[in-house]
């Protein structure tokens, strides 16, 4: 098998006043050469749901009649071997004092993403890593995240970091499960509870993951490794 990986990232509520409680990174990765089957997969539950190929699965879609589907997006994850997520959380972003540490928020956001990262990145491997589109600001920071990631690992030559790049998640299936995932745990890490299909989408996460969302993981754990951040690494 090849050691090249394509790593999906996406972000909730990373803004510093955006009035939300909770912040979370995500990523789900799997090797290159598994992305097509994954992708073929996946659309094949979109279709045996009744939804067309470029439908676009996300969170924010998540309701009572589209409850199955879901559960079956998520299930896939799990059932597949090569897929794999890693997730930070900050559950409150009012404890942050980027003063006190010399640094303002976009600065403590792209130690946060190599935080999130760097448990996925071995030295001996090559990546290549898809960030979510999301403002006009967004090349800005794929040049800034790709200087820290290359710095961070001492990869001068670009032969680990071969690519970091902006795509949209409507066209990405395994961008959409990322997407899944890190809502489910904003939604929880916010104190929601006002749709019962969103409910049931976090409790199946309970369950398939064997965690409680609310805790960290083992640094090493491979299939659903989460670190719940304590401000120890401003």
Known sequence: MSNTYNVY??????????????????AVWCPDEKRIEIYKRLREIK??????????????KVSPSKLEFYLDFLDYFFDDDDLHFRGVIIPDKSVLDH????????TWYYKMYFTLLKVIIDPASRYRIYLDIKDTHGQEKVEK????????NYDYSNRIIQN??????HEIE?????DLII??????????????AKLR????????????LLRNTLYREQKFNLLVWNGGEQ
């Open 9 to 26: 990232c996406d972000e909730s509520c990373h803004l510093e006043n955006d009035r939300q409680k909770a912040m979370v990174l995500g």
């Open 99 to 106: 003063q006190m540490h010399g640094q303002d928020h976009d």
């Open 201 to 212: 989408l976090i409790e199946r996460l309970r369950d398939r993951s064997g965690y409680s």
């Open 145 to 152: 995240l790709k200087d820290v990631l290359k710095a961070k």
């Open 164 to 169: 970091v790049q902006r795509v949209r998640s």
């Open 174 to 178: 395994i961008l959409q499960l990322t």
């Open 183 to 196: 809502g489910g745990l904003s939604y929880l890490h916010r104190d929601l509870s006002d749709s019962s």
């Open 47 to 60: 279709a045996r749901h009744g939804f067309d190929l470029d439908f676009e699965s996300k969170w924010t």
